[in-house]
C-alpha cells in the first residue's frame, strides 16, 4: 500500500516555559493519518493540543515550541527534518492552512488580488494577466460573485463571510494536497458558517484534497468529517470513523462531550457534565489524564496511561474500561417542572428603540443613524426564560443593555413591575437595579482582576445598600455555596479561576442583590461544552430555587431549545418571529427562523432533512433594505416584501410573526 | 565641639517626603498579593535588579545630598550664636577634602600640573613661563612626580582589594539570608545564589556589587591623593560636582514626575470615563500645550520666574534657598509643560476599559462613577504609570542638561549634569581640548539614564498582563 497522504507519527511537541527551559509538552505522542480526498477531524475543547498539532505539522510553531519528537510524512516525504528554504516550498503549495480569525489572518494594506497574487507567484510562478485570470478563477471557485472587481478590493470592504472565503482563495491557490482547517468557522454565524462548510466540502469533492479539520463542535464533525480522533489533554483517545463515532463511542470522555450537549430532547434532566477541566501541562496526571474527570475511573487509571485497543476496523480507543453494550441510556422527552405562569409581566418592552448616530464632518454633524433596535417589543413573567436569538449584529446585545438602561434608549419603554424606566431619573434608577442584573459574555473580561472574589461580589451589596456591611460577609459564603464554589474562593483572585469558575462567581455577582430578572448575555458561549453544561445547569437549579426570570440572549439554538419557555428571533434590530419555544422551534414560520434552524450543524449521523440555505450575509444596521429587511436572502419575497415592512401576524395565542407569508 | 543649624531646604522636604511615601507604598505592596507578586517578577529579573543596585547608589549619594546643615561660627561664649552664610550638606561633609581642595584652574586626571602655564618666581633663574605644580594633586609624592602610574596602580590595587574584602562581607551577608530564608545549609545557599535559583535575582546584585566596589572604593581611595576626573576653570574637583549634580538630576527627575502624575492620571481618566464635552475640553487643552514649542514655553516660564526671584531678594537668607527654590520651580515649570503623552496614553486606556464588562457590570449595580474610577479603572492602569514614571525620569535627567545648556536651567551656583556640560562646552574649542568635565558628566548621566531604563524595562516586562 502506498503512502498515505499524511502520516503522523507519534508526534511529540512542547513550549519552553520559564528560565531553566524546561519543556512542557502539550502534544505527547500522537499518530494519525489523512488519505486524499478524506477529512480527518481532530476534536476536542480547549487547550488540548489541536492547534499546537496543525502548527507542528506546518512547523509554523510560535518561538518557544519545540518538536520533541516523532514523524509528519508528506506523501511519504519527511517533514520533521526538511531545512526551512525547502519547508517554505512545501507549506502553501503543497498543503495549505485556514486560521480561525478571517478578520485578522488578512493584511489589511494589501489588496485581495496581492494577498492572493503572493502564493501564486511564489508557487507557481505565475505573474501579469496569466496570475490575474488565475484569481479570478480561485474566487469564483470560492463562490464570491464579480471576483474581478473584488481583487482589487481591500479586506476591510468584504464581509466576514467573504474574508474566509477568500483566505480559503489564498490556500487553494498554490494548489495544495493538504488542506488545514484550524476552526474555520468558530467566528462565523451559523448561516455563513453553513455556507463556507458547503464550500469547503465542495473544493475537497473536486480536488481531491486531504482536509485535517480541527474544531471543537459535534455539529460541524457530523456535516464534515469522514474519520475523527478525540484528543484530551495532548494526547489522542480515541480514533474512529463517522459512523462509529456516532452509533457507539467508546471512551468516556467522547460519551460525555456528547451527553453534555444540551438538547430539546434533554428538557427538563440535568445535563451531564464532566466534573473539572483539562489539566493544566505542568501538572499532567500520570496514569490516564482523563482519570480525575472521569465517571468509569478505576485504579488501574492512575497508574497506567492506557494502551490502544482496536474495537472494530478503525476504531481504536486507549482506555481501561470496556463499555458494556448497553447503547446510550436517554431517557424519554422530559417531563419539565413547568412553573404556572402567572399573568402578571415581570418586565414588559415596548416599541424599544436605540439609535446611534452617525456623525462626519468638522462640525460633527448627524448624518444618519445604526437603527441597532428599532421596536423590539417583549414581555417577560417571572420565573421563566425567554431566549432573544440572533445572528451577531442584530442588536440582541443592545436590547440587553437598553433594558437595563446601561445605553440610553432612544425611545419606546420598559416597564419592570409597575415602574417605567425610560427616562427614570439616575438617582431612583439605582433603587430598580436591585430588580434587575445582568451577566455578561466574556468571563474573563467581567472580572476586575484587581479585586478579590469577595470585594466582587460585595460589591453591588455596598452600592445597593443591601443589608449592613457586616451581613456582607456570610452573605459571600452563602453565594459562592449556591454557585457551586468553596467558601475560601472569596479571598482569591480572578485569575485563579478557570472560565466556567469564573461564569458562576459573575452569576454569584449577580444573584447577591436578588434581582427578579437576569439578562444573560451569551453566558456560555466563550466555554467548552463540557463547562457550558454545569452554567446551564447551574442557571436552571437557581431558576427553580429562587424564581429568577431570564432574559437569555444567545445565538446557539441547542441552548434555547434545553432552557427557554419563550423565543424571540431577532434580526435587523427588529423581532421576526416570537412564540414558546416549542412553537418557535417546532413550527417555524418566518424564512428566517426556518433557515436559521437548519443551518445549525447537528451533532447526529442523520443530518437535518433539508437545508435552507440562506445566500449572503446580515445587511448593516445602519443602511436596512427598503421593505422587509430580510427580503434581499429571502427565497419567498415578493413585490410586497421589497416594498412594505410586514405587520405582524397571530398563528395563535402566544406565537406571532411577521412576514407577509402570512397575511 | 562645634554646633550646627539643620536647615530643611524645600527639595529636602520633598525627598523626604517620597521617601516615606515609597516605605509605605512597600507595605502596601507587601499587603496586596497581585502587586507584590508582580514585584517580585521585578526582583527575579537580573537586568533589573542590577540595574536597580546601580540606581541605589545614585539614590544613596542624592539622599546624603539631601541633609543640609549650617555650621555655627567661632564666636565669643555667651554671645548669641552665629552660622555660616554656607549650606553643607552631609555628602559636603564626607566629601570635605575634595570639596576644599581647589587648585587654581583645570588639569587633567591625575595631574600633578596645572593645565595652564603660568609665569612664575623661580629662585636663581628670574621669571619662568610653565606648568606650576598643583597645590593637592599628587603633593603627596613631593617631587618623585615621575612615579605617579606606579603610585596609583600600587593604590588602586590595594584599594581593590579592600573593596573585594568588603564585597566579599555583602556576599556572606547574602548567603546568611537566602540560608535564613530557604532554611538550608550556608553552602546550598550559595550554589543557590550562584546558579541563580534564588526568587531574588541576587546573582545579579552581588555581580553588580562587585563591579561597583571595584571601580568605586579604588576612585575614592585614589580621590584623596589626586583629582581623579580633573579639576574646572576654578579649580574644583570634578568627581566632586558629578557627586554633587545625582541630587540635582534625581530630584528633577522625581519631583517632576510628581507633578506630571496627578495631572495627567486624573485629566486621562475622566476625559476617557466621562467622554462628551469634558473629553472635548480636556484634548483641547493638551492639543493646545502640544502645539507650542516646549523649549520655548519653558523658556518663558523660566525667566518670569526668575524675575519674581531677583525682585524678592527678602524671600531667601542664603544663596541655596534661592538656588533650591529656582530648582523646584524648574521642576514644576517642566510638570505642567510635559504631562500631555501620559495623559492621552491613560486617556486611550481608559476608553477601552470603560467598555468592559466588569465596568459595565459595576455601572448595573448602579456604583457611582468616582467610585468606579477609583476601584475599577485606576488599579488597571497602575501598570502604565508605573511603566511612565520610570521612563519619564530618564527623560527628565536629560532634559535638564539641555535646558542647563540652553540656560534657562538650574540656579547658575548649584551643580548639575546641564551646568556641568554648559560650561565645559567653550573649553572643547581651545587647543589641547579639556574633555574630562564633559566625559564625567556624560558617563555619569549615561549610567544613571541606562540604569533608570533598563530597571523600567524590568518593571514593564513585570507588570505586562499578557506575561502574567
Given at each position: 500500500m502506498s503512502d498515505p497522504l499524511l502520516s503522523v507519527r507519534d508526534l511529540r511537541l512542547g513550549f519552553t516555559a520559564g528560565r531553566r527551559a524546561k519543556t512542557l509538552l502539550a502534544v505527547d505522542g500522537i499518530s494519525f493519518s489523512v488519505g486524499s480526498g478524506e477529512t480527518f477531524a481532530l476534536l476536542g475543547e480547549s487547550g488540548c493540543g489541536?492547534?499546537?498539532?496543525?502548527?507542528?505539522?506546518?512547523?509554523?510553531?510560535?518561538?518557544?515550541?519545540?518538536?520533541?519528537?516523532?514523524?509528519?510524512?508528506?506523501?511519504?516525504?519527511?517533514?520533521?527534518?526538511?531545512?526551512?528554504?525547502?519547508?517554505?516550498?512545501?507549506?502553501?503549495?503543497?498543503?495549505?492552512?485556514?486560521?480561525q480569525e478571517p478578520a485578522t489572518s488578512l493584511n489589511p494594506v494589501l489588496t485581495v488580488g496581492q494577498?492572493?497574487?503572493?502564493?501564486?507567484?511564489?508557487?507557481?510562478?505565475?505573474?501579469?494577466?496569466?496570475?490575474?485570470?488565475?484569481?479570478?478563477?480561485?474566487l469564483k471557485q470560492v463562490g464570491i460573485a464579480d471576483p474581478e472587481r473584488r481583487l482589487n478590493e481591500y479586506p476591510f470592504q468584504l464581509s466576514g463571510g467573504m474574508k474566509q472565503r477568500v483566505m480559503i482563495a489564498i490556500a487553494l491557490a498554490g494548489e495544495p494536497e493538504l488542506l488545514i482547517a484550524d476552526e474555520p468557522t468558530t467566528a462565523l454565524d451559523v448561516t455563513v458558517q453553513a455556507q463556507i462548510l458547503d464550500l469547503l466540502a465542495g473544493v475537497q469533492a473536486a480536488r481531491g484534497m486531504g482536509l485535517l479539520l480541527i474544531t471543537h463542535d459535534?455539529?460541524?464533525?457530523?456535516?464534515?468529517?469522514?474519520?475523527?480522533?478525540?484528543?484530551?489533554?495532548?494526547?489522542?483517545?480515541?480514533?474512529?470513523?463517522?459512523?462509529?463515532?456516532f452509533t457507539a463511542p467508546q471512551h468516556p470522555y467522547t460519551r460525555a462531550l456528547f451527553s453534555a450537549l444540551p438538547e430539546v430532547s434533554r428538557r427538563g434532566h440535568p445535563l451531564l457534565t464532566i466534573p473539572g477541566q483539562v489539566p493544566s501541562l505542568e501538572a499532567m496526571p500520570a496514569g490516564c489524564r482523563f482519570a480525575d474527570r472521569c465517571g468509569q475511573v478505576m485504579a488501574v487509571c492512575r497508574e497506567h496511561s492506557p494502551p490502544w485497543r482496536e474495537i472494530a476496523g478503525g476504531h481504536a480507543v486507549r482506555c481501561h474500561w470496556q463499555a458494556a453494550d448497553d447503547g446510550e441510556a436517554n431517557g424519554s422527552p422530559g417531563k419539565r417542572a413547568e412553573l404556572q405562569s402567572p399573568d402578571r409581566h415581570l418586565l414588559e418592552v415596548a416599541d424599544l428603540k436605540v439609535h446611534f448616530s452617525i456623525r462626519r464632518g468638522i462640525l460633527q454633524r448627524t448624518v444618519g443613524y445604526v437603527k441597532a433596535v428599532d421596536g423590539v417589543s417583549l414581555a417577560l413573567t417571572p420565573g421563566r426564560t425567554l431566549a432573544l436569538v440572533g445572528e451577531s449584529g442584530c442588536?440582541?446585545?443592545?436590547?440587553?443593555?437598553?433594558?437595563?438602561?446601561?445605553?440610553?434608549?432612544?425611545?419606546?419603554?420598559?416597564?419592570?413591575?409597575?415602574?417605567?424606566?425610560?427616562g427614570m431619573k439616575p438617582r431612583r434608577l439605582r433603587a430598580v437595579r436591585r430588580?434587575?442584573?445582568?451577566?455578561?459574555?466574556?468571563?474573563?473580561?467581567?472580572?476586575?482582576?484587581?479585586?478579590?472574589?469577595?470585594?466582587?461580589?460585595?460589591?453591588?451589596?455596598?452600592?445597593?445598600?443591601?443589608?449592613?456591611?457586616?451581613?456582607?460577609g456570610p452573605a459571600v459564603a452563602a453565594l459562592l455555596a449556591q454557585v457551586g464554589l468553596p467558601a475560601e474562593a472569596a479571598d482569591r483572585f480572578p485569575h485563579e479561576f478557570s472560565g466556567g469558575q469564573r461564569q458562576r462567581i459573575a452569576v454569584a455577582r449577580a444573584l447577591a442583590v436578588q434581582p427578579e430578572l437576569l439578562i444573560c448575555d451569551e453566558p456560555t458561549s466563550a466555554l467548552d461544552v463540557s463547562v457550558q453544561a454545569q452554567i446551564l445547569n447551574l442557571l436552571k437549579t437557581l431558576q427553580e430555587a429562587l424564581g429568577v426570570a431570564y432574559l437569555f440572549i444567545t445565538h446557539n439554538f441547542a441552548v434555547v431549545e434545553y432552557l427557554a419557555h419563550d423565543v424571540a428571533v431577532m434580526y435587523l434590530g427588529r423581532i421576526v418571529e416570537r412564540g414558546s419555544a416549542e412553537e418557535v422551534l417546532g413550527n417555524p414560520r418566518h424564512p428566517y427562523t426556518r433557515a436559521l434552524?437548519?443551518?445549525?450543524?447537528?451533532?447526529?449521523?442523520?443530518?437535518?432533512?433539508?437545508?435552507?440555505?440562506?445566500?449572503?450575509?446580515?445587511?448593516?444596521?445602519?443602511?436596512?433594505?427598503?421593505?422587509?429587511?430580510?427580503?434581499?436572502?429571502?427565497?419567498?419575497?415578493?413585490?410586497?416584501?421589497?416594498?412594505?415592512?410586514?405587520?405582524?401576524?397571530?398563528v395563535s395565542e402566544t406565537h406571532t410573526v411577521v412576514c407577509h407569508l402570512y397575511p | 565641639m562645634m554646633g550646627f543649624q539643620v536647615v530643611l531646604l524645600w527639595s529636602d522636604l520633598l525627598i523626604w517626603l517620597l521617601v516615606a511615601v515609597g516605605i509605605g507604598v512597600g507595605v502596601f505592596i507587601a499587603r496586596n498579593p497581585p502587586l507584590l507578586a508582580a514585584w517580585r517578577r521585578v526582583g527575579a529579573s537580573r537586568v533589573g535588579m542590577a540595574a536597580a543596585t546601580v540606581l541605589l547608589v545614585f539614590v544613596v549619594v542624592g539622599l546624603l545630598d539631601s541633609l543640609h546643615y549650617r555650621r555655627q561660627l567661632d564666636g565669643k561664649p555667651g554671645q548669641k550664636a552665629s552660622y555660616a552664610v554656607e549650606v553643607l550638606s552631609l555628602l559636603d561633609a564626607i566629601a570635605a577634602p575634595l570639596r576644599s581642595r581647589n587648585e587654581k584652574t583645570y588639569s587633567e586626571p591625575f595631574a600633578t600640573?596645572?593645565?595652564?602655564?603660568?609665569?612664575?618666581?623661580?629662585?636663581?633663574?628670574?621669571?619662568?613661563?610653565?606648568?606650576?605644580?598643583?597645590?593637592?594633586?599628587?603633593?603627596?609624592?613631593?617631587?618623585?612626580?615621575?612615579?605617579?602610574?606606579?603610585?596609583?596602580?600600587?593604590?588602586?590595587?590595594?584599594?581593590?582589594?579592600?573593596?573585594?574584602?568588603?564585597?566579599?562581607?555583602?556576599?556572606?551577608?547574602?548567603?546568611?539570608?537566602?540560608?535564613?530564608?530557604g532554611g538550608v545549609s550556608h553552602g546550598e545557599a550559595g550554589r543557590r545564589i550562584w546558579a541563580g535559583e534564588t526568587r531574588f535575582a541576587w546573582n545579579a546584585v552581588l555581580a553588580t556589587l562587585a563591579a561597583v566596589f571595584l571601580v568605586v572604593v579604588p576612585l575614592l581611595w585614589l580621590a584623596g591623593g589626586y583629582h581623579v576626573f580633573g579639576t574646572d576653570k576654578v579649580g574644583q574637583d570634578v568627581l566632586y560636582q558629578v557627586l554633587k549634580s545625582v541630587r540635582t538630576g534625581l530630584i528633577i527627575g522625581l519631583v517632576t514626575t510628581l507633578v506630571t502624575l496627578p495631572l495627567a492620571v486624573l485629566l486621562g481618566i475622566v476625559a476617557g470615563y466621562f467622554r462628551g464635552w469634558v473629553d472635548d475640553l480636556i484634548q483641547y487643552l493638551y492639543t493646545v500645550l502640544n502645539s507650542i514649542p516646549g523649549v520655548l514655553l519653558i523658556a518663558a516660564a523660566v525667566l518670569m520666574m526668575q524675575v519674581v526671584i531677583d525682585t524678592h531678594p527678602q524671600w531667601f537668607s542664603t544663596a541655596a534657598e534661592r538656588a533650591d527654590l529656582r530648582l523646584l520651580a524648574l521642576c514644576f515649570i517642566l510638570g505642567i509643560t510635559s504631562w500631555t503623552g501620559l495623559c492621552r496614553l491613560l486617556r486611550g486606556e481608559t476608553l477601552k476599559l470603560r467598555e468592559l464588562e466588569y465596568i459595565q457590570a459595576a455601572q448595573a449595580?448602579?456604583?457611582?462613577?468616582?467610585?468606579?474610577?477609583?476601584?475599577?479603572?485606576?488599579?488597571?492602569?497602575?501598570?502604565i504609570v508605573i511603566i511612565a514614571l520610570v521612563m519619564d525620569f530618564s527623560g527628565l535627567v536629560l532634559a535638564e542638561a539641555v535646558l542647563s545648556y540652553v540656560g534657562i536651567g538650574v540656579d547658575p551656583t548649584m551643580v548639575s549634569f546641564g551646568t556641568m556640560i554648559n560650561n565645559a562646552r567653550m573649553e572643547l574649542g581651545r587647543e589641547p581640548a579639556v574633555w574630562w568635565s564633559l566625559a564625567a558628566a556624560f558617563a555619569a548621566m549615561f549610567i544613571l539614564v541606562l540604569a533608570a531604563n533598563l530597571f523600567a524595562d524590568a518593571v514593564r516586562d513585570a507588570f505586562d498582563p499578557r506575561a502574567a
Open positions: 489541536k492547534s499546537a498539532t496543525a502548527q507542528g505539522i506546518m512547523r509554523l510553531l510560535p518561538g518557544a515550541g519545540r518538536i520533541t519528537g516523532g514523524s509528519v510524512r508528506l506523501a511519504g516525504e519527511e517533514l520533521l527534518n526538511l531545512a526551512e528554504a525547502d519547508m517554505r516550498r512545501i507549506r502553501g503549495a503543497r498543503m495549505a492552512m485556514i486560521f494577498q492572493i497574487g503572493e502564493v501564486l507567484s511564489r508557487h507557481r510562478g505565475l505573474a501579469g494577466p496569466e496570475a490575474a485570470a488565475a484569481m479570478a478563477g480561485l459535534l455539529g460541524v464533525v457530523a456535516r464534515m468529517a469522514n474519520r475523527i480522533g478525540v484528543m484530551y489533554a495532548g494526547e489522542l483517545v480515541e480514533v474512529a470513523s463517522r459512523e462509529a463515532f442588536g440582541k446585545t443592545t436590547v440587553g443593555k437598553a433594558i437595563l438602561q446601561l445605553i440610553a434608549p432612544t425611545g419606546g419603554s420598559v416597564r419592570l413591575g409597575a415602574t417605567e424606566l425610560v430588580h434587575m442584573q445582568m451577566v455578561f459574555q466574556d468571563p474573563f473580561a467581567s472580572l476586575n482582576p484587581r479585586l478579590r472574589v469577595g470585594e466582587i461580589i460585595a460589591e453591588g451589596m455596598a452600592a445597593l445598600r443591601v443589608g449592613s456591611t457586616a451581613d456582607h434552524l437548519s443551518a445549525v450543524p447537528v451533532p447526529r449521523l442523520e443530518g437535518r432533512p433539508e437545508a435552507i440555505k440562506l445566500p449572503g450575509e446580515t445587511p448593516s444596521p445602519a443602511k436596512p433594505p427598503a421593505g422587509c429587511h430580510f427580503h434581499p436572502r429571502c427565497i419567498h419575497a415578493s413585490e410586497a416584501c421589497r416594498r412594505d415592512y410586514p405587520a405582524g401576524t397571530r | 600640573r596645572l593645565y595652564a602655564k603660568e609665569t612664575v618666581d623661580v629662585p636663581g633663574r628670574g621669571q619662568v613661563r610653565e606648568y606650576p605644580r598643583l597645590k593637592f594633586g599628587g603633593a603627596h609624592l613631593g617631587e618623585r612626580e615621575g612615579e605617579v602610574a606606579a603610585d596609583v596602580g600600587f593604590t588602586a590595587f590595594r584599594a581593590a582589594v579592600i573593596g573585594v574584602l568588603a564585597w566579599l562581607a555583602v556576599v556572606a551577608a547574602a548567603i546568611g539570608a537566602v540560608a535564613w530564608q449595580f448602579g456604583v457611582s462613577s468616582w467610585r468606579i474610577i477609583v476601584r475599577h479603572i485606576l488599579p488597571n492602569l497602575m501598570h
